[in-house]
């Protein structure tokens, strides 16, 4: 049965963080597209993994420190409320899945 859960539950956080990363591009289109010059005064943001390139990471604070508010845009706001919930969701499926692997470690120790 833990096997079970345990494969449920990180196909699902694979599928979140997969949800995760076009919600995010999803919003940074959005201020392409309705904030331009916003977007181009953040160095034009995109999703990527990348080394040494600090435009993400002050792009993602942007969203969490919901700095867009002043925009007024509803868009906007509903993609940073599907973005947090998606990470709360990460955040406590991650959780499941360490306290699942522990008791089964237990059980079996």
Known sequence: MENFLFVFITITFLALMSA?????????NR???AHQALWKSM???K???????SSFQEAMKYIRQKKFAELKDSHLDD???RIKLIERTSV???LLIMFVTVLDILQKG
Do not use: M, S
């Open 20 to 28: 995760h990363v076009y919600l995010v591009n999803a919003f940074f």
């Open 31 to 33: 201020l392409k597209d």
């Open 43 to 45: 160095g034009e943001p």
């Open 47 to 53: 999703w990527k993994i990348h080394f040494g390139d």
């Open 79 to 81: 993609l940073h409320k």
């Open 92 to 94: 406590a499926l991650a």
